[in-house]
């Protein structure tokens, strides 16, 4: 079974960066595609970008492409989510997500959740 942990959340001002990290543990982190989550306090939480198992193959919400990058490195049971020029509506908690068929509503592993909160 694979367990996900996000790091990488923080306070940072608006236009500034901020690199998260989701690790994986178990040894089926390959077969997985793997996406990440945010949920902004009151909305629905909204599927930010998500990777094929090759790293081949992405796909990003409208609101980020261009400033965000995700990308996954599986020697290292880990996938990124590289964030550029942040706006204040990126404040929100990321989660890091895991499904070995991109059934994105309702994936098969969630992590726990790391704060962005970007100040004007």
């Known amino acids: 079974q694979v367990q996900l942990v996000e790091s990488g959340g923080g306070l940072v001002q608006a236009g500034g960066s901020l690199r998260l990290s989701c690790a994986a543990s178990g040894r089926t982190f390959s077969s997985y595609v793997m996406a990440w989550f945010r949920q902004a306090p009151g909305k629905e939480r909204e599927l930010v970008a998500d990777?094929?198992?090759?790293?081949?193959?992405?796909v990003y919400a409208d609101s980020v492409k261009g400033r965000f990058t995700i990308s996954r490195d599986n020697a290292k049971n880990t996938v990124y989510l590289q964030m550029n020029s942040l706006k204040r509506e990126d404040t929100a908690v990321y989660y890091c997500a895991a499904d070995m068929r991109s059934r994105w509503h309702n994936p098969e592993l969630w992590g726990q959740g790391t704060l962005v909160t970007v100040s004007s």
């Open positions: 990777i094929s198992w090759s790293g081949a193959f992405l």
